[in-house]
């Protein structure tokens, strides 16, 4: 059995700042243990593995409220509900990346008009942001 951790070594132990720890707890998806009498709050393994399912779960690119989702499937086991919530997120992934692409073939022919230009008063960019 882990030993229990102080929200500090709980913060630590998961690569976190105390203030997400609470944060998380505000929005319930971390549990907040109770303080024994005169004691302070002690945190578990699972609290660690938690805080690091959360961390890696935003790190491909799920909102804090489909975190949440994501808590709530895990816990019910259900992967056709989690593989819904997935692929979801991946059709928001590659509309983002096609809205990416066209940013960046505009972006490039405002610089190649720049490179062009001979003209330092009517800046491409700043015609088309202007317009």
């Known amino acids: ?9 709980l913060a630590a132990a998961a690569g ?12 319930r ?4 243990p109770s303080r024994p009498l005169g004691g302070i709050r002690r945190y578990c393994e699972a ?12 790190a491909m690119g799920f909102t804090l ?7 709530n499937l895990q816990a019910r086991r259900s992967c056709h509900a989690t593989r819904e919530l997935a692929a979801t997120k ?7 990346i096609r809205e990416l692409r066209d940013l960046r073939k505009e972006l490039a022919g405002l610089i190649a008009d720049c490179d062009a230009n ?4 009517k800046c491409p960019v700043i015609q088309r942001l202007a317009s």
């Open 118 to 121: 001979t003209q330092d008063a």
């Open 65 to 71: 409220v489909e975190v949440g989702s994501l808590l």
């Open 1 to 9: 059995m882990s030993r229990p951790y102080t929200i500090a070594q």
């Open 29 to 32: 998806l971390v549990n907040e």
């Open 90 to 96: 991946l059709r928001l992934v590659d509309a983002r």
């Open 47 to 58: 609290d660690a593995d938690r805080l690091r399912f959360i961390k890696r779960a935003q």
């Open 16 to 27: 976190v700042h105390i203030e997400t720890i609470r944060y998380y707890q505000r929005l």
